[in-house]
């Protein structure tokens, strides 16, 4: 009689975490979709190495994205490039943004010194602080530093993706293989998840 109490009452105790189990998985499967824009590298000093279609197309589709995600409320980070053997110099026309981009000075900025743009900077810390779980990547290089952010965001446990016709790389070919292996998405569905989003 004995252990058959106590088969129950394990069977039971069993049910029970098993219920919490999956209420937990509930739960995180539920957690509101908190998007920011991360817009990399793109500099001065890099602009000219990028084929010249990639730059048309994606610094006009830059601005868009960066106007989106600003009209909703989400953060956008700027992500800047700086190796002391090559710089560009912090402080110089060369390390900023064109003056078209329309980024402002309280956007948060990171500065790296490894292509991710996570390694050994506070890209992290800054994306927790905004309550931050998705991001959207765009800039350059889709074959160098967006890639390895995205890989980075990953290895963070972000939900990460690249933004069709706004990232750009030194030949267009390139580029459209980067979009189509890492299924790059485009404005109607980043518009729907911007606009459906928890604050």
Do not use: W
């Not at 129950?8 to 998985?25: H, Y």
């Not at 292509?115 to 998705?134: A, M």
């Amino acid at each position: 009689m004995k252990k058959r109490i106590v088969q129950i009452g394990l069977i039971i105790l069993l049910v029970i975490i098993s219920g919490k189990s999956f209420a937990q998985t509930q739960n995180e499967q539920k957690a509101p979709v908190k998007p920011a824009l991360l817009v990399i590298d793109i500099q001065n000093a890099y602009l000219n190495m990028m084929a010249q279609r990639d730059k048309e197309v994606a610094m006009v589709n830059i601005n868009y994205y960066i106007q989106l995600f600003r009209s909703h409320g989400f953060p956008v980070i700027r992500v800047y490039h700086y190796s002391k053997q090559y710089g560009p110099e912090q402080g110089t026309p060369q390390f900023e943004f064109p003056t078209t981009v329309l980024i402002k000075p309280d956007d948060p900025k990171v500065i790296k010194t490894y292509p991710d743009g996570f390694n050994k900077t506070d890209l992290d810390k800054v994306l927790k602080e905004k309550g931050c779980n998705t991001l959207f990547l765009c800039g350059l290089s889709s074959v160098g530093c967006v890639l390895a952010t995205y890989i980075g965001a990953q290895n963070h446990d972000y939900k990460a993706f690249l933004i069709k016709d706004a990232i750009m790389s030194h030949k267009e070919d390139y580029t459209n293989q980067i979009e189509t292996i890492f299924d790059a998405v485009g404005p109607e569905i980043i518009t729907l998840i911007v606009e459906n989003s928890g604050k």
